[in-house]
């Protein structure tokens, strides 16, 4: 019996994946690894260990490409012990290189596109046979339909689910658009049976997932009424969204920060800059001022609400006092949370053909930007001390008797376990004091009502 079992394991084959850039390549990296379940592979922790590497690649930021195709060549050892290795290079540089990653790095075995990854199980048929598999194409079927049902089994408390791809915005700097298409809304009806199932394998948080979430719109369906509807599920403790455009902005998703009981008080927002100039140029379609003014509603419906942003510097054009109108609309906002970066010129979109900021520049100006974030973000978690919040428990922490969660305002929360009344459950949320602020993270104890 035992001798059996061990075959049946040692038939199964090894897949690893290494994901980069944002939480949407987070779940596709989760559901391809599904996909290639079915063609006999299990999921491994190192490129050592794998019949099969899979690089699901970010392109948003500089050089990306090139990164890939250092990664790969690292992966070169492994090829010449191993000739039946096979490697694969998915996601947004997979899109934008196609085919010429197979002829710069000939140990590729396949490429496959954001949009296409539910064909993986059709492609590696090609690929067992010796092929070279390519798609890169935005096809007509939904992924989403193809792809095998979600039976992973038990699984962390907190999810993202995808429920929008792609970008018609096409801001002069951003390669999303091209990578990823066009805005696409995933059916209501699908994205509440997948919800129900991840909560019956034990997830209590979901984040809603979209280039432009709050563009969601499927018949009568938009973001707000997802949220509703996620609110009705039992099981379900906390729903949050991301990321969202300015301009898609509705009355009714200001509203629910209000309202809905299981929406969490934390808006990811992006401006990118605070110079009606820059925004201009950025094709932003809006202003500093209406930013402001929406931020300003947002507060109004849920005042203890955590602003989160990102930010470019040194986009081509942008002099010092349009810097310094970014920084005044910092002040102005006082974020909890900020992503920031410099330019950086992404071949095919239209900045990218613009004089540049000199790079000295840039990087003082990304310096003062990042001080300013850090010193809000310091500030309001300082404010937490001394405040009850509730935890949602995702693991073990690294010190005995200590575990760590997540609050409303996603701190990242370290809770000692009380010394009387036991462990703390990871997928329970708890009361938690907050006794003291570090650099990344809050510490407390759990209160008992
Ligand atoms: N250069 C620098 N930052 C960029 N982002 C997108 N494209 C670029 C670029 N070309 C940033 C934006 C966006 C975030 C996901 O990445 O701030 O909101
Ligand atoms: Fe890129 Fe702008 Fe679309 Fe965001 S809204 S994905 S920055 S084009």
Redesign the pocket.
């Known amino acids: 019996m035992r001798e059996k079992l061990v075959a049946v394991m040692s038939n199964k084959k090894k897949l690893f994946i290494k994901t980069y850039g944002c939480q949407m390549n987070v779940y596709d990296s989760e559901r391809m690894a599904e996909a290639l379940g079915t063609s006999g592979y299990d999921p491994v922790g190192t490129p050592e260990e794998a019949d099969m590497i899979l690089l699901n690649t970010c392109h948003i930021r500089e050089k990306a490409a090139e990164k890939i195709y250092s990664e790969l060549g690292r992966y070169r050892p492994l090829k010449d012990a191993k000739p039946d290795l096979k490697i694969g290079v998915a996601g947004c540089v997979a899109q934008a290189e196609g085919a010429e990653i197979m002829q710069r790095q000939p140990m590729v075995d396949l490429v496959v596109g954001p949009q296409t990854y539910h064909r993986l199980p059709e492609m590696m048929k090609q690929v067992d046979a010796g092929q070279k598999a390519l798609d890169t194409d935005f096809p007509e079927e939904d992924k989403f339909d193809h792809l095998p049902k979600r039976d992973l089994p038990k699984r962390g408390p907190s999810a993202f689910l995808t429920v929008q791809e792609g970008?018609?915005?096409?801001?002069a700097?951003?390669?999303?658009?091209y990578t990823?298409g066009a805005e696409v809304s995933r059916s209501p009806g699908r994205i509440l049976r997948e919800a129900q199932d991840l909560v019956e394998r034990g997830v209590r948080e979901i984040n809603l997932l979209g280039?432009?979430v709050n563009a969601y719109q499927n018949d009568d369906w938009g973001l707000t009424q997802l949220i509703w509807a996620l609110n009705d599920i039992d099981g379900l403790e906390r729903i949050r969204f991301t990321?969202s455009?300015p301009n898609d902005m509705t009355d009714d998703l200001i509203e629910a920060h209000g309202s809905c009981e299981k929406l969490m008080p934390y808006l990811h927002l992006?401006v990118?800059s605070g110079s009606d100039k820059v925004l201009k140029g950025m094709n932003?379609q809006h202003t500093a001022e209406q930013y402001i003014r929406l931020i300003e509603r947002f507060r109004d419906a849920r005042p203890d609400i955590l602003i989160s942003g990102?930010f470019i510097v040194g986009f081509p054009g942008e002099e010092d006092v349009d810097h310094q109108a970014t920084m005044d609309l910092i002040r102005e906002v006082n974020y909890g949370q900020a992503y920031s970066f410099k330019y950086s010129a992404r071949p095919g979109t239209p900045a990218a053909e613009r004089a540049f900021v000199a790079a000295e520049v840039a990087d003082v100006r990304l310096q003062e930007l990042q001080a300013l974030i850090t010193q809000q973000q310091r500030a309001l978690q300082e404010a937490m001390v001394g405040q009850k919040v509730k935890v949602l428990i995702e693991k073990k922490g690294r010190l005995q008797g200590q575990m760590i969660g997540k609050s409303q305002h996603l701190h990242a929360v370290h809770v000692a376990e009380p010394a009387i009344g036991g462990a703390l459950n990871i997928g329970d949320i708890y009361s938690v004091g907050i006794i003291k602020s570090e650099t990344n993270s809050l510490g407390g104890e759990v209160i008992h009502t």
């Not at 970008?167 to 801001?171: A, L």
């Open positions: 970008c018609d915005k096409f801001c700097f951003c390669v999303v658009p990823r280039q432009n990321t455009h992006p990118q932003r990102d």
